[in-house]
């Protein structure tokens, strides 16, 4: 059984910086690609960031430039860096990875959530 458990969520002044992580693990064959989503009351999941295999990154538009993405290949982490926050980054971010289990089938998983409030 694979579990993501995110951690590094709070509560931070407007142009603070807080630091997210997510662990992966269980039995898997590799992680194909780790990310971050968010969603605020009201609003729809939106992608944060996202990382491959390969190491290319991708951000949200809302985030460019603030925020950054980066894994820890060995410990099965993935880090969100969140720098120059805003009270819009205020919600629930959500990590998410596509895993190959023991098959190889790739299968998307969720952690179940951390709370990032961001005061003005």
């Known amino acids: 059984q694979v579990q993501l458990v995110e951690s590094g969520g709070g509560l931070v002044q407007a142009g603070g910086s807080l630091r997210l992580s997510c662990v992966a693990s269980?039995?898997?064959?590799?992680?194909?690609?780790m990310g971050w989503y968010r969603q605020a009351p009201g609003k729809q999941r939106e992608l944060v960031a996202a990382?491959?295999?390969?190491?290319?990154?991708a951000y949200g538009d809302s985030v460019k430039g603030r925020f950054t993405i980066s894994t820890d290949n060995a410990k099965n982490t993935v880090y969100l860096q969140m720098n120059s926050l805003k009270p819009e980054d205020t919600a629930v971010y959500y990590c998410?990875?596509?895993?190959?289990?023991?098959?190889?089938?790739?299968?998307?998983?969720w952690g179940k959530g951390t709370l990032v409030t961001v005061s003005s």
């Open positions: 998410h990875a596509e895993i190959s289990d023991v098959t190889r089938r790739p299968v998307d998983y």
């Open positions: 269980g039995r898997f064959f590799s992680i194909n690609a």
């Open positions: 990382i491959g295999r390969g190491a290319v990154a």
